[in-house]
């Protein structure tokens, strides 16, 4: 995977518009080829291929099944483009066109442009699943988080997590997903132990009951400011 942008446009009157067409049997009608067609040509005619048309149809049915999926049960011509020149593939960043398709598709889905959320949700499970706090029953060795995330274990940890039949956010986020918070409290468990000897609390009793309750104040803090954005956004 190289640096440069995917190109992901409709193009009408490019050469490369009109190549999918031939690529997929459709120049006289101009018709994108549904799933369903590509799915039986992969697993049939093309099953023995190794050359670039069975390349680009492949990829072409990767894109708009699972990277760059909407609602549409047909192939995508706008990723046709990128993948045209096959010698070119492997300078395009991929990972960089899924997170932008789906910021997209989420920013229509919430200004009611669209019923529907387009772009990659397994990568949304993926990142929320694996920024739970779940202990060692995930591999956290694995440079490649998917792999890590078997269909059991999806199971698995969403049983866990789940508050009720429509809500989830049982478990806690890992520490390093804690960060963005205004007011983490581990900063003021900090300030504590560094700022105020001993001394001046024993009127407490305990050191650790201050700790404890500015720590929850701060949480409070935290979820009132997340809730005021969500309102805002």
């Given amino acids: 995977m190289g640096p440069n942008s995917a190109v992901y446009e409709k193009k009408s009157y490019s050469d490369t518009f009109t190549e ?16 369903v067609e590509v799915e039986k040509w992969l697993s049939g005619e093309g099953k023995n291929s190794i050359d670039d048309k069975w390349l680009k149809i492949w990829l072409m049915f990767a894109i708009s099944t699972f990277l760059c999926p909407t609602s549409s049960p047909k ?6 483009h ?4 096959t010698e070119e593939i492997k300078g395009y960043n991929w990972c960089k066109l899924e997170v932008d398709r789906l910021i997209k598709g989420i920013a229509k ?10 772009g990659c949700l397994f990568f949304l499970t993926i990142l929320y699943l694996d920024s739970l706090d779940v202990g060692d029953i ?7 988080r998917a792999a890590a995330w078997t269909g059991q274990l999806v199971s698995k ?6 508050l009720s039949e429509t809500q989830f956010g049982k478990l806690q986020l890992k520490p390093e997903h804690l960060r963005t918070t205004m007011i983490p409290p ?12 001993e001394s001046v609390i024993v009127v407490l009793h305990n050191r650790e009951v201050l700790k ?10 935290n979820q009132v400011f997340v809730n005021l954005t969500q309102k805002l956004c």
């Fill in 20 to 35: 999918f067409y031939q690529v997929f049997g459709h120049e006289n009608d101009h018709k994108a080829p549904s799933f």
């Fill in 75 to 80: 192939l995508c011509v706008r990723a046709f």
């Fill in 82 to 85: 990128s993948i045209s020149i």
């Fill in 109 to 118: 889905f919430k200004s009611g442009k669209r019923k529907f959320v387009s």
């Fill in 138 to 144: 995930v591999n956290n060795d694995l440079e490649v």
């Fill in 157 to 162: 940890v969403c049983l866990m997590d789940k």
């Fill in 186 to 197: 581990e900063r003021i468990q900090q300030f504590i132990d560094s700022n105020m000897p």
């Fill in 212 to 221: 404890s309750a500015l720590s929850e104040f701060s949480i409070a803090i």
